[in-house]
């Protein structure tokens, strides 16, 4: 009996093992994931994205060189006569057949010998953009200075002010304009000027007035605005220095085509 008392045992470690093998506990299984979108179904979009782009704004499409071409052949006109002069013509001034009177630009261009730019520009952010004609050279005055600017105004092109050498409009900072004049030394004038559509406003401004004194006034031209109160030279001084150092220089300019 003794000698199968190890075999014995050797069966029942068996068996224990095994026991503890069916005693463990199921693993529970993964869920099978969802089959992955096909890209075909990624690059569908909502209605919203996939609709057509807007029309572009019938603004935007005009071409408004050729609504302003009155202008440049106005400008034409005035460059015969700017040559003649060159040339030594003393024939008098005669602008009557062009659409636009130019004869102030005449000394402009001659003084400063440059030559005629122009940029497009929607100065009053009205959606239309002005035509600004400035002087293309590298005189530092001369450059400043808006030689003409035309808006549009019932289809038409309106020439909103011309300058010459002593009544001159320039760019400020704010997105409005300098004026400077002059009649002498005792008589100067310095105002900021707004544009709203085709009229320029004044909207305040400093002059001297010979042996009557300095002023400064509001709203409206030094004959019609809506206060006016003496101040000293020093008050004057420092008006025309705030007024001139809000002069810019004007955006680049395409040259103008001034042959027939």
Known sequence: MKRYIPLLLTVLLLLSACGAKKAAPAQTPVPE????????????????VISDEPEQDAAAETDWLTVYSPVFDSYKDLFVVVEAYKQ????????????????????????????????????????????????????????????????????????????????????????????????GAAYSDYYHCSLFGSTLNTDYGVYSDGDNGFFRFENGSRESAEKIEGISREQFSEYYNKLDSMIIDPPEYTMMDTDY
């Open 88 to 183: 030594g013509s003393d024939a008098p001034v005669d602008l009557s057949a062009s659409d636009y009177d130019l004869g102030d630009n005449l000394s402009l261009f001659l003084e400063s010998m440059a030559t005629p730019g122009f940029c497009l520009s929607d100065i009053d952010s009205n959606g239309t953009p002005e035509l600004i004609v400035g002087l293309m050279t590298d005189d530092y005055f001369y450059s400043r200075i808006i030689a003409g600017l035309f808006t549009i105004e019932d289809g038409t092109p309106k020439n909103v002010f011309t300058s010459y050498t002593r009544s001159r409009y320039c760019l400020s900072s704010d997105g409005g304009f300098i004026y400077e004049g002059s009649d």
């Open 33 to 48: 994931s969802k089959p992955a979108v096909q890209s075909s179904q990624k690059d569908v979009k909502p209605d919203a």
